[in-house]
């Protein structure tokens, strides 16, 4: 990542020579027993840590505006107080010297650029958090992370089940939409794993894209999806099993003879909601065998 | 006599399966330096075609990558790229053989240069083919993965030959139940049953005659000839720990001692302790193993009496065969006597 940073870097080096070496051509430097060490220690620490926040920056951050805002102010700031930490060694003569006005400066400059770059910054962990919605709910545990596709997997939607069950109000009809692709072991067999693995990536990407921002899409394991819809009846849920399952094979062209084979199941009413453990053996019965669940007689 | 197979042995199989396990990997973001470290592979090794790589370094690859691919289906995602894997000469042949029958009897043949780390000992009964599965060398805690990976290359090859047809088939671990089964559903379709006493697939008897959808008897034969070659060219040798269990069954009702088992493969009694420590089991450990799987077997399937089962082990009498097989097994021979 840090390359990507390269020029703003070697600006910033060639700044500090500068900066060094007009402190050290103007200034005389001070006898030993005129310098403050704790002042030393003190500015030297402050220093020390801007360079880990530009390291921070320049190590995590990719190219863009609010990373340059961040890297310049870092960048001021870095300067000011290396010349701060010189001018305990040298001296200055005169009151208005204009080494001081470039030790000075920049620092409020700094500052100012860091604070548009902090606000940046938070703008677009909104973004990326709306960017999310869709692949996680009110959890967040990268160790329930699918790889692969990066969604949530099957424990994680054991825990939203969960949490949806115990929430729901008798109104609210809660709905689950399993989705398997079907003839994917064939795919995966006739064209590789790697080509396997890109249509799954591809399949929940375009999933995710067709589905409403208060659903949930996990990936339950092999070749097989599981959407939760809260407040969502059965008659909307179908019609979006309907829409995924006729729109799939124009939209992934090379996906041979693979097809999105899905099912619609709600649980609505007064009626007692199974235990999530129960429900998830009860979808997979049902998956396999085409029958409908247990606990939904409708 | 060649030595048997042992951790630090090459084999070309291991190579080409960790390629294939390795991509897996890094399509789903591990790092290609953390995946090999205390391997002794390198990155550079794994373009070099017929490149071999021992026993010791696959397992230690095996670990690094279920700790940086912590998914409870990464042996059954294995299996299914190995078997869609083009380069994969003994599962290309496996596969366009004419039938399961034929193609585990290859698969029995030519186990030894390609499948150097698993036992697949067949034993018959009057219903379905049973295929026990036990470690052929000391596999370093990856027992697991390795019985998997088995299982879901034997299970792909019925699913993709025989049109997803596991309705004949039965699987008994040793592992413990784990909380969530759902991973063996989704890839084998069937539902194992767990803390077995011996690691088992049993396969109906029609289900070996029923034609492969990919059967081409002409590629089979020139990839079984092909592999012959192969092994010819590198030595046919079968894991230790199989050695020693195939010694010590022949000897049966004797007991094959220590240095006799040791003079088979030149080397002193003491070294031989030594290197079984290695691998994770005693002497006697082995002995104790390899009676009770035939007393399991001669008692289940061939429903022979206990004395004469106790004779065949080398018992001295019936009331000491009952009380070892209790102490292997839990329970006394008539337990076992399932209707």
Known sequence: ?298 | MTAPFDSEDKCLWLASSCQDLIALCLRRDADLNRLLSGTRIFPANLAVEHHRIAARDWLNLVRNCRRQVPVDDLAFMTADAMLANRDHAFLQMLQCAPDLGSALRAWHRHRAGFLPLVQVSPAGSDRDLSLHLRPAIGLQGQDAFVTELTVSLLIGLVRHQLDDATSGISIELTTQRPADIESYRLHWRIEPSFDAPVNRVRIAYPLLFRPFAGSDAQRFAQLQAGLRALSRHSGRRIGLLEFLRRRMRRALPQLLGLEQAAAALSMSGSSLKRLLKQHGVSYGELIDEVRSELAWTLLREQRWSNPRVAERLGYANEHNFRRAFKRWTGRPPSAVLAP
């Open chain 1, 1 to 298: 990542m840090w390359r990507q940073h390269l020029p703003s870097l070697l600006l910033l080096c060639a700044a500090l020579c500068v900066g060094c070496t007009l402190a050290l051509s103007l200034g005389q430097p001070k006898p030993l027993s005129a310098i403050a060490w704790y002042d030393v220690l003190g500015e030297a620490v402050t220093l020390l840590v801007a360079c880990g926040w530009l390291g921070l920056v320049v190590a995590y951050r990719p190219r863009g505006w609010v990373s340059h805002c961040l890297i310049a102010g870092t960048g001021l700031l870095i300067w000011s107080y290396a010349l701060d930490l010189f001018d305990e060694f040298f001296k200055y003569v005169g009151v208005d010297h204009p080494q001081s006005l470039l030790e000075s400066a920049p620092a409020p400059f700094g500052m100012l650029l860091l604070t548009v770059g902090v606000a940046g910054w938070m703008r677009e962990q909104r973004i990326v958090h709306r960017q999310l919605t869709g692949r996680e709910h009110f959890l967040r545990d990268h160790r329930l992370l699918d790889p692969l596709t990066k969604l949530y997997n099957r424990r994680y939607l054991q825990h939203a089940l969960e949490r949806e069950l115990e929430l729901r109000k008798p109104d609210e009809p809660l709905s689950l939409l399993v989705i398997d692709v079907e003839g994917f072991a064939g795919y995966n067999h006739r064209r590789g794993a790697a080509a396997g693995d890109r249509l799954l990536v591809r399949i929940a990407e375009w999933v995710l894209i067709r589905m409403r921002p208060s659903s949930l899409l996990c990936r339950y394991g092999g070749d097989r999806f599981v959407m939760l819809l809260p407040d969502t009846p059965l008659a909307r849920a179908a019609r979006l099993a309907r829409h995924l399952q006729t729109r799939f094979p124009g939209a992934h062209d090379d996906a041979e003879d693979c097809t999105l084979r899905c099912s619609a199941h709600v649980i609505d009413g007064e009626a007692r909601p199974p235990a999530p453990a129960e429900l998830m053996s009860a979808l997979e019965r049902h998956a396999r065998t085409d029958e409908r669940p247990q606990w939904n007689p409708a």
